[in-house]
């Protein structure tokens, strides 16, 4: 099945990683500089900074305060979560703030998330369907497929860094 242009992008990017310490990742500060953020370092939080980065390469917009995940929240179209099809922007609550990234399928209690900042690099995660706020989509992109239901492995995300 075809994806939307964003999420191959976004697949092709699994793997990138912070690196611990002073130096900081060539592609995630490549990233920021790109989008020019006021952020210097692979430390502060960056799953909206990854997002955005996604949908630019994708000739897509995104929020003004794309760092802030919960502003994702507001972006672009509402999607039902009867409708959610791969690349669609998840938004979810955590304490201290939130956390974006892009559906890639659903078990029955949560999502599997591609997004920036899991595990402190671009991952593939569980994040309970319970702490989702929002499902976004591009307006006037097509909705590729609809759900996917996965296989329930791996542990559930609590805290994404």
Request: with cysteine; hydrophobic share 40%; charged share 20%.
């Amino acid at each position: 099945m075809k994806e939307p242009r964003w999420l191959t992008f976004a697949r092709s990017q699994i793997g990138v990683r912070e690196i611990p310490g002073p130096r900081h990742s060539p592609t995630i500060m490549g990233w920021l500089r790109k989008l020019k953020s006021w952020v210097k370092d692979d430390e502060t939080p960056w799953c909206g900074a990854f997002a955005a980065i996604v949908m630019q390469e994708a000739g897509l917009s995104i929020p003004t305060e794309y760092l802030r995940a919960r502003a994702w929240a507001d972006w672009e179209a509402n999607l039902r979560s009867t409708h959610v099809a791969p690349g669609a922007v998840l938004v979810f609550a955590r304490g201290g703030g939130g956390h974006v990234g892009f559906y890639m399928g659903e078990d029955e209690t949560a999502f599997h998330v591609l997004g920036g900042n899991q595990g402190n690099a671009v991952s593939i995660t569980r994040i309970a369907k319970a702490r989702c706020i929002a499902i976004r989509w591009p307006r006037g992109e097509p909705v590729i497929g609809g759900p996917v239901r996965l296989a329930q492995n791996g542990q559930l995300s609590r805290n994404e860094a």
